[in-house]
């Protein structure tokens, strides 16, 4: 396991830089899509306040979260965190700019929904004004007339699943398909429960507030158990302003040779 040290040894002026992080969570180089999440907890395991995320993350936490953004072709969100955080599109960033262009990765990811139904609102800036299009994923059967409200709208449809539902293996082949293959998604926890399920999930990069909420809040992940439960291991840990930033991989993946 890599640990990371702070930038100083001064406990009150603990701050990585966007270039130290951007290194320390570089995609690995792979012959396949790489699909990693992004989630946040409490010490008790929350992974929401009030329906929201916001409460319990922190100014460190959203420059990690920024910086996976950064790194991504495309972010992976399920519709109902898209509904309850306010989702907007994803912006450029001077920081990543130079990385991106050198890598052949578009100036902003794109940010990729995942709906049954397609009960959105598309005069949304998310989907009316991102500076790279924003996709929406569903299944086959999906409403028709929804469909035809997207793409009305210059959303662009993708069919990942052949019923109603959107099978989470085919999100990421289909994204994989139009050459972004380096997935970030944020959840929410029944989505990112599904990828769990199915054995898509190749890294989770997990922020632990370090804060008690109590209650019946949200865990990061939901929906059906697994029959085992999925083995990782930790990669690396950082530390700032009393945050755990702790990422951890997949224990069955071969093929890696180094990061980019």
């Known amino acids: 396991m890599r640990r990371l040290l702070p930038v100083t040894d001064d406990p009150d002026d603990r701050e990585w830089t966007l270039a130290e992080l951007a290194d320390a969570y570089a995609y690995p180089e792979t012959d396949r899509p790489w699909l990693r999440a992004n989630m946040v907890s409490t010490l008790d395991g929350a992974a929401q306040h009030d329906g929201r995320s916001q409460p319990i993350s922190g100014s460190a936490d959203m420059r990690i979260f920024g910086t996976l953004r950064g790194l991504a072709d495309a972010v992976v969100v399920g519709a109902e965190t898209v509904r309850q955080e306010g989702y907007r599109p994803a912006r450029a960033r001077e920081a990543f700019a130079r990385r991106r262009a050198a890598a052949g990765q578009t100036p902003a990811p794109a940010v990729a929904v995942v709906s049954a139904s397609l009960a959105l609102d598309f005069d949304l800036p998310l989907f009316s004004a991102p500076l790279t299009p924003t996709l929406v994923l569903t299944g086959a059967a999906a409403p028709p007339?929804?469909?035809?409200?997207?793409?009305?709208?210059?959303?662009?449809?993708?069919?990942?699943?052949?019923?109603?539902?959107?099978?989470?293996?085919?999100?990421?082949?289909?994204?994989?398909?139009?050459?972004?293959?380096?997935?970030?998604?944020?959840?929410?926890?029944?989505?990112?429960?599904?990828?769990?399920?199915?054995?898509?999930?190749?890294?989770?990069?997990?922020?632990i507030a370090p804060?008690?909420?109590?209650?019946?809040?949200?865990?990061?992940?939901?929906g059906s158990p697994v029959a085992l439960p999925k083995r990782f291991s930790p990669a690396s840990v950082l530390e700032e302003a009393g945050f755990l930033f702790t990422r951890y991989r997949r224990t069955d993946i071969s093929g890696i040779t180094r990061s980019v």
């Not at 997207?150 to 082949?173: C, K, N």
């Not at 929410?188 to 922020?207: H, S, Y």
């Open 145 to 207: 007339e929804r469909v035809r409200a997207a793409e009305a709208a210059g959303v662009r449809v993708l069919i990942a699943g052949t019923g109603a539902a959107v099978d989470p293996a085919r999100v990421v082949d289909v994204l994989a398909e139009r050459g972004l293959t380096r997935l970030l998604t944020e959840g929410g926890p029944r989505l990112l429960g599904q990828f769990v399920a199915t054995g898509v999930l190749d890294e989770l990069c997990l922020t």
């Open 211 to 222: 804060m008690l909420t109590a209650g019946g809040a949200q865990r990061i992940a939901s």
